[in-house]
């Protein structure tokens, strides 16, 4: 990965973070795209430009619970920081309490699915 000023730039299929890393930032992409893989490799969604990932776990202030890998041409993407996040809600009560309320589902749902995921592999 390689850095300048607020934007990340991977190589094609490069790791973006693991599942289980400590949250530190959520992305905005900018060009190329982010693949979604659950704990145990299942592809789950991609996301492309202005699409945002990454900010479930910076929201809920919780480990990762899936990986993401830059897409086959490569990405780049907007950092946003726990503090940048924090102030953006601030600003705004409703759309906090909204962020808040959609991530906890999401998060709901990644398990879920992982879940699935897992009893699907053992029944295999």
Known sequence: MKSKNDVNFWEPNEIVYK?????????LVLDGSAEIISADGVKLNSFGPNELFGEASLVLKSDRTVSVLAGSSGL???????????????KDVFLSALVRKLETR??????????LSKKNKKAK
Request: a positive charge; hydrophobic letters at 40%; zero cysteines.
């Open 76 to 90: 780049s993407a907007k950092v946003i920081t726990s503090a940048n996040l924090k102030k953006r809600l601030q």
């Open 106 to 115: 999401l998060q709901a749902a990644n398990q879920q699915i992982d879940t």
């Open 19 to 27: 599942a289980g890393d400590k949250s530190a930032s959520a992305y």
